[in-house]
Structures are given as structure tokens and as C-alpha cells.
């Protein structure tokens, strides 16, 4: 399985959750962008330097067809595609949301077309079902798998938003945002 394949390279980080289902496969929580040096004698690294957050993925058949996260910073693109890109299916769907931009953009890279939300604060599953135009309802008695499938089967007909542009001019419409924090209240 794709998913367990990634745990044993330290792929997985903050893990919600992930589980297969037939021919499907979900994972919720943190993806490594960038791997932590090794940090003993035993090879145990320190933790990632770089992570794209609250992912959202759904695999069929070992092939990434829904990847859903959020960066910090566009600039860490690039790093998806290089730990990521070989696994995805030919019609793949990444939606990004990204902190450091205010517009949306449609971002071409890799031969890939990637649809990216500003966003600073908020949750990313409940902004993917307003996209897809779901409702909790539509989960009852769903399975985590079986909810990432329903958003994924619903977005089917999702045309994102925004200028279609390279990953270079993306790079020159960011903008000096933070992601949202919360404290106690």
C-alpha cells in the first residue's frame, strides 16, 4: 500500500489517519516535504524541515487521485512535486491553499495544472466540502475512506478559479501573509 510505503520512509507526519478500503486508499494529517537530518547513531532522524499540512489524499490502486493541503509557502511547491509527483495518476486533482497568496491561481507546473486558494486561516476539510458542495449530511454512516471518495466523485466537475499561470509568475503575485494563529480563549 502507498500510505505504508510512505510511513516507512518517514513520509507521514501528524497522522490523522490512514486506511484502505478495496481498491482505495486515504490519508489524513501531514505530508514531509523536506526530511529532518538523521539525528543518533541508530539513524532516527529530527523532525521534517519542511511539511505541506492537513493533507488530504485518496489513492486508487496505488495512484494518487485527490491531493489536498496547505502550504505556508508557495515557494515549497516545487518540493510536492519532487517527493509526490510519481505516485499521482494521470488525472490527478491538487488543490493547494496557500497562505502567502490573496487571489486564486491555476498554476501550471510539471506538466500538472494545480488549483491554489489563499487561505490563512480556516480548516481544510470543511473549505474541500463547501468546493465541492457537499454537506455533512452526505458522510452519514461513511467510513473516512468512503468520505474522501464522495468529495473526490464530487468534485468531478470542479473548474478552479483564477489565472492560469506558470509556477514562476505565481511566485511574483505572493504576498507577506502568516498563517492565522489561535490561543486559548
Known sequence: MLFNDYEQKGFL?????KESEGSYAAYRGDLVLELGEVGDALGHRKPPTATIKNTIVLAENDKIKLYVG?????????KVLAYYKADFASDV????????????????????????IGMQEGLIW??????????????KGQSATEKI?????????????GDKVSFEEALTRTVELKRAGRGPV
Open 70 to 78: 496547505s502550504l505556508d509557502d508557495l515557494a515549497d511547491l516545487p
Open 13 to 17: 507526519f501528524n497522522m490523522n489517519f
Open 126 to 139: 470543511n473549505e474541500l466540502i463547501d468546493i465541492a458542495a457537499l454537506e455533512k449530511g452526505d458522510f
Open 93 to 116: 486533482r491538487i488543490i493547494l491553499f496557500v497562505v502567502n497568496i490573496n487571489k486564486p491561481l491555476v498554476i501550471e507546473l510539471g506538466g500538472l495544472s494545480i488549483a491554489a
Open 149 to 161: 471518495v464522495t468529495v473526490h466523485k464530487a468534485l468531478s466537475d470542479f473548474k478552479p478559479k
